[in-house]
């Protein structure tokens, strides 16, 4: 395995590493950078990847400056790593939402996590992020995303997975590859809120997708959003 890095937005840095047997067609597992006075990392990886995506991130920033970590819910290649950048980063502390924190993470990582509120938002020193509880959107009572407000970008975690490894940064449909994958991996729940939640994301008008598995999207994410939902609605 290699880790590529990409900036698909302004100090935005995309960590991608390409695993080809994990479906026909591969697929890729992201973890996102925003380089600011405070740093964070968006998804830490699976313990097994920790080393190169590490490698990668020593590259844009000194470890010791990395100050926030989170990701999209609690599953092992999302936070799987979670612990081994708290012992690399001295100031680093994880931020999620309430019930991440009181069901899982006050638990599991090593270090006592920032509990965050609906729409709370950070800020990073040059970069601003807005957590928004998305509870089982895509997956997980506790998920939840994040806006950069300055960029337009949303770090949406499992939403829009697709297969492959495509480009860093598509311009075209990203909607398609998502409904796809999700008819091989059954991954949304699809709860009475998700319709509601999925239209809130598109209120916030994103121009950036930051995406877990596959290409990350540039162009009009409320538009995909939109039509994301509209794919899963259950007479599509």
């Known amino acids: 395995m290699n880790t590529t890095t990409h900036e698909i ?27 600011a006075e405070e740093p964070m990392l968006f998804h830490c990886g699976p313990r097994a990847m920790f ?19 989170s990701f999209g819910h609690v599953e092992a290649d999302e936070c799987g790593s979670m612990n081994q950048w ?11 939402g309430q019930i991440a924190c009181d069901v899982s993470l006050n638990d599991l990582a090593d270090r006592p996590p920032r ?43 499992d939403l829009f997975t697709h297969t492959g490894n495509g480009p860093a940064l598509i311009e075209d449909d990203v909607v398609g590859p998502a409904l796809a994958a999700e008819r091989m991996f059954h991954a949304m729940s699809m709860a009475p809120n998700t319709n509601a939640t999925l239209e809130r994301l598109a209120a916030l008008q994103p121009r950036t997708l930051a995406l877990m598995h596959g290409s990350s999207f540039s162009g009009d994410g409320a538009k995909a959003l939109k039509e994301l939902a509209a794919g899963l609605a259950p007479n599509a």
């Open 9 to 35: 937005a302004p100090d935005i840095f995309r960590f991608s590493t390409f695993v080809p047997e994990v479906t026909p067609q591969g697929f890729t597992f992201n973890q996102f950078l925003i380089r």
């Open 51 to 69: 080393p190169l995506v590490c490698e990668a991130a020593q590259r844009l920033i000194a470890l010791d400056k990395l100050r926030w970590i």
């Open 115 to 157: 509990a965050l509120a609906d729409e709370e938002l950070i800020d990073l020193g040059g970069k601003r992020v807005r957590f928004l509880f998305t509870p089982h959107v895509p997956h997980g009572w506790e998920a939840g995303v994040f806006l950069e407000e300055h960029s337009g970008t949303l770090l949406c975690g």
């Open 86 to 96: 708290l012992a690399a980063a001295p100031r680093a502390q994880v931020a999620h």
